[in-house]
């Protein structure tokens, strides 16, 4: 059976930039989590192919296409409520970003938009809860943090690698030149978009997939998986570098909790 992953409306996407989790972790070594796993290994491999192919028709032409694939990538991630899968696979998305981030001209909102919802998941599973509304994860449901030390490092490293790289990207763009496109036009971009959801859906916005029937019984009931995202993100009228400056900034509150030692900063080139 398959299942369409819907669109949220707007006030729902303003109000959290995760969508809601299902409420029991996918059982370890399922058909729907091995299905799951074929899923997402072939979306980012996807997404690695057009960043190689980036500015011919095959590949993404600007950043804003990367970000609303990526987003919706996260969005199935983090509705799957599995920690075992979700902190392997934002540790991957992240340092896929990371890379991509430099290879295009800068894309300010999606690019701001995406790291916030990466720093809800990453702050979230630190805490063992919803950073914004408190309540227990899947998988957290006694309110324990249950990474191991390894994953804490391992995302205390992705979250330095990508303040820095930020701050690079954002230092180099011209306001003139935000958002241009490689190769081709804004226009071309949504043409050749790579977008998500139109691709593995039906066209409306969707992801579609089998084995995810219900939040009941190993299934998922999204909303906001593969959001197209053009048009969600409302920004508001602040300086690119204090935005910058709060990059990951949840994630870095957390971690100065669970792994103590001084604040994480800014590396700077003198």
């Known amino acids: 059976m398959e299942i369409d992953l819907p669109t949220p409306p707007a006030s729902s996407i303003a109000a959290s930039p995760l969508p809601q989790p299902r409420r029991r972790p996918l059982t370890r070594g399922s058909p729907k989590e091995?299905?799951?796993?074929?899923?997402?290994?072939?979306?980012?491999?996807?997404?690695?192919?057009k960043i190689d192919n980036r500015g011919v028709e095959t590949g993404y032409i600007s950043f804003s296409q990367i970000a609303r694939d990526i987003e919706g990538i996260?969005?199935?991630v983090w509705v799957s409520g599995s920690p075992t899968l979700q902190?392997?696979?934002?540790?991957?998305?992240?340092?896929?970003t990371i890379d991509a981030l430099p290879l295009f001209p800068p894309s300010s909102t999606h690019a701001f938009?995406?790291?916030?919802?990466?720093?809800?998941?990453?702050?979230?599973?630190?805490?063992?809860?919803?950073?914004?509304?408190?309540a227990a994860l899947p998988g957290f449901d006694d309110g324990r943090r249950g990474l191991s030390t390894t994953d804490k490092v391992r995302i205390k490293g992705v979250v330095e690698r990508m303040r820095v790289v930020v701050f690079k990207v954002v230092a180099e763009e011209d306001d003139g030149d935000a958002d241009k496109d490689v190769g081709g036009s804004a226009a071309d971009g949504e043409e050749n978009g790579g977008?998500?959801?139109?691709?593995?859906?039906?066209?409306?916005?969707?992801?579609s997939f089998e084995g995810f029937e219900n939040n009941d019984d190993d299934g998922a009931d999204v909303d906001g998986a593969a959001r197209e995202g053009e048009g969600d993100h409302e920004e508001e009228e602040e300086d690119v570098e204090t935005l910058a400056a709060r990059v990951f900034e949840k994630t870095l509150a957390e971690l100065g909790d669970v792994l103590g030692g001084e604040p994480i900063g800014i590396i700077t080139e003198e």
């Open 87 to 96: 902190t392997p696979y934002l540790l991957t998305i992240s340092t896929l």
């Open 195 to 207: 977008e998500r959801g139109r691709q593995d859906g039906d066209g409306d916005g969707t992801v």
């Open 113 to 134: 938009a995406l790291l916030d919802k990466l720093d809800a998941a990453f702050s979230s599973l630190l805490a063992g809860r919803d950073i914004d509304s408190g």
């Open 74 to 76: 996260v969005d199935v």
């Open 34 to 49: 091995s299905q799951l796993i074929s899923y997402l290994d072939k979306s980012l491999n996807d997404i690695r192919k």
